[in-house]
């Protein structure tokens, strides 16, 4: 870990030795490349080798980020005893005199991330040990041990917020911190902790943030800090969350745990003000059903917590993992990608204020839909990536999904939603049911279910505004299916031969759509050329990987501002698509993947002019059989395509003349032969020599 620093800053060494070399001239030139404004003098990347002495002395703010300054000095800032706020991100900074901040008794704020203050260590904390009034001190990215870093903050009692992000601290002990009563923020993301002493956080009465995420921890418990408001362990390796089981009012709003191993939900305070909780990319489960509840001694679990010679038990009942946490106010809860088979009774009754849930990626069978339950103030519900074959609904059931707008149930094995489900969602704007086998009721069902739901039914949705059904083995669509609803989003692509041929059964939504995908749908324009004259307000159109010969129709659609056409069968470009109307709001335009015809890409300068077409590099033409890029297409292409076709006239002609010269001769014979008088006639008027 020592050596890890060592080369570091060897290498900082090698580039700043070359950067000085040069840099004689360049200071002097660069002292004008600061920029002034008000009390700020910004000196950004000006290579400076040292502080410039002759910016305005009453600046407040010096900014001499990317300096390849290496030393700070004693006399460095003395120009400049009004710095409120120094920032000296990646100067190579190895060290800092002693006395380099000793009139700088209105510091308040001093960043230097990305330096090598790992060098000179002790200098560096006993100039920062001068700065009695420092509120903000950035210290990532230096390389630094907690050894260091304990003596860089000694006594530093005004801190408000510090970071040491980026470093090699391994482990904290109780002596870190001490002395930092105002501390509020303090950043440790991205070191190797692996381990925190009980008691490192004691004397950090006022901290509200605190972030460790990427680090080593294998498990958090006994957490007892009541006043802190978010905690980050994210990216960890942590097994176990596990709350004091103290009855203190914790101040807890935020909890991100995601990217860990926890393989149960987390032991929350019993009172607490969560209103976030992120568990994303864990092993979690809920376990109860696996057990049998009449044995509950098997169902707990007992932790040693060793502390000096003190060891005290905690037992906990894994099994009602989340019912003696304080979930009240939780409003956020991310639980995907997670191994959560089903939720238990009860579990969301806990939680009245939520409104996000994300169960994406998991592995549940069978969602039951309760009074309460899901609450009132779900506003957003993704299940997508499950294995759900079935939603159940409780008879009766009306108004539970009020307030969702957003259903993502992409990704499982729905054949259909319970009736009532949707009409009870009055607030709905988006669903998502890609990627399910579902069909849709060819007409109306009524409200009363007999059996299990066998199809969908989206008619008279009046605040649908966004529906994907893309993947869903849809069959041909019957009249407006959408009927009723305000779909201007509407994405029915890979379900091959939904529209048979035609696009009528969209002629009720046409005038709202603004998006509408119809990839991979078998759309072909052999009989009829497509028609989206009626789509007043579309934006954006997906065309592609369809069958079509002919460019469609865009009438009155001068709203269109992107189009997608690959994977068709165009074999030219109409000459009018480049002066039609379309084209003036055309932002984007995809062609390529089609069969066209070199010789039939007379548009292709004026839409080359255009700029419009995004894949303009890969849209091939075939020229004799050759195929060739558009781009790379001869100047005298149009020339080359006439004398082909000359080319090719002369050759029919050549084969044909021989064989028709031929078939003459052979006829005039013939016709001679049957008709003697008449060559008689011609012998004794021609006195031609007879071989007969
Ligand atoms: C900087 O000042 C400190 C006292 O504040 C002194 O001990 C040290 O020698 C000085 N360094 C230089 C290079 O003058
Ligand atoms: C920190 O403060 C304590 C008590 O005020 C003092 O004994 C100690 O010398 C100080 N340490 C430094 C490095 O200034
Ligand atoms: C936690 O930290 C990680 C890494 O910096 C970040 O991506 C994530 O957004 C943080 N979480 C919260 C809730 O701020
Ligand atoms: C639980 O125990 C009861 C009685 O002891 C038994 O009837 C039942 O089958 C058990 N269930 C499981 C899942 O083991
Ligand atoms: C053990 O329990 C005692 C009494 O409940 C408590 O004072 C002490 O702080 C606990 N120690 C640990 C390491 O949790
Ligand atoms: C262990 O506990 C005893 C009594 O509780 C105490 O006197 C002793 O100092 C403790 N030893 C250590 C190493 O903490
Ligand atoms: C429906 O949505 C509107 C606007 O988003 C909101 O004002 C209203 O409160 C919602 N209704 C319910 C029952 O949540
Ligand atoms: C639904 O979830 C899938 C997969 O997680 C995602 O790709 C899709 O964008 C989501 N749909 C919506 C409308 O958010
Ligand atoms: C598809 O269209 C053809 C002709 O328009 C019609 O005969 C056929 O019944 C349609 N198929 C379905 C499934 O609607
Ligand atoms: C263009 O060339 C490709 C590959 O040689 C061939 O598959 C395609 O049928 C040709 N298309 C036309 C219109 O000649």
Known sequence: MELLPLWLCLGFHFLTVEWKSRSGTATAASH???????????????????????????????ILDANPLKTLWNHSLQPYPLLESLSLHSCHLERVGRGAFRE????????????????????????LHTLQGLQRLDLSGNSLTEDMATLMLQNLSSLESVSLARNTIMRLDDSVFEGLGHLRELDLQRNYIFEIEGGAFDGLTELRHLNLAYNNLPCIVDFSLTQLRLLNVSYNVLEWFLASEEQAAFELETLDLSHNQLLFFPLLPQCSKLHTL??????????????????????????????????????VNLWEEFASSDLSDLRFLDMSQNQFQYLPDGFLKK???????????????????????????????????NQLSQLHLAPGLTGCLRSLRLFNLSSNQLLGVPTGLFASASNITTIDMSHNQISLCPRPVPLDPVGPPSCVDFRNMASLRSLSLEGCGLGALQDCPFQGTSLTHLDLSSNWGILNGSITPLRDIAPMLQV???????????????????????????????????????????????LDLRRNLLTALPQRVVSEQLLRNLQTIYLSQNPYDCCGVEGWGALQRLQTVADLAMVTCN???????????????????????????????????????????????????????????IKSRCHWSSIY
């Not at 230097?112 to 100039?127: H, P, R």
């Not at 059903?289 to 003190?310: H, I, K, R, W």
């Open 32 to 62: 004008g490349g600061c920029k002034l404004v008000g009390g700020v003098a910004d000196c950004q990347g000006q290579n400076l080798a040292s502080v410039p002495s002759i910016l305005p002395p009453h600046s407040q703010t010096l």
């Open 278 to 315: 992120l568990l994303r990319d864990n092993n979690m489960g809920f376990y109860r059903d696996l057990y049998n509840t009449s044995s509950p001694q098997e169902m707990v679990a007992q932790f040693l917590l060793v502390d000096g010679n003190v060891t005290n038990v905690t037992t």
């Open 104 to 127: 700088q008794n209105h510091l308040r704020s001093l960043a230097l991330a990305d330096n090598c203050l790992s060098e000179n260590y002790k200098e560096t904390a006993a100039a």
């Open 516 to 562: 509408l995908s119809l990839k991979n749908v078998g759309l072909s324009s052999s009989f009829t050329e497509l028609d989206f004259s009626g789509f007043r307000n579309l934006r954006d159109l997906d065309l592609s990987g369809n069958c079509l010969t002919s460019f469609p129709r865009f009438g009155g659609s001068l709203a269109l501002q992107t």
């Open 351 to 385: 939680m009245p204020s939520l409104s996000h849930l994300n169960l994406n990626q998991n592995c549940l069978m069978t969602l039951h839909i309760r009074e309460h339950d899901p609450p009132g103030a779900l506003t957003e519900l993704d299940l997508s990536h």
């Open 623 to 681: 020229l004799s059989s050759k195929v060739i890029r558009v781009m790379e297409l001869p100047g005298g292409v149009a020339q080359d395509c006439k004398w082909e076709r000359v080319d090719m006239g002369l050759l029919y002609l050549v084969l044909i003349l021989p064989s028709c010269l031929t078939l003459l001769v052979a006829c005039t014979i013939i016709f001679l032969t049957f008709k003697k008088p008449l060559l008689q006639v």
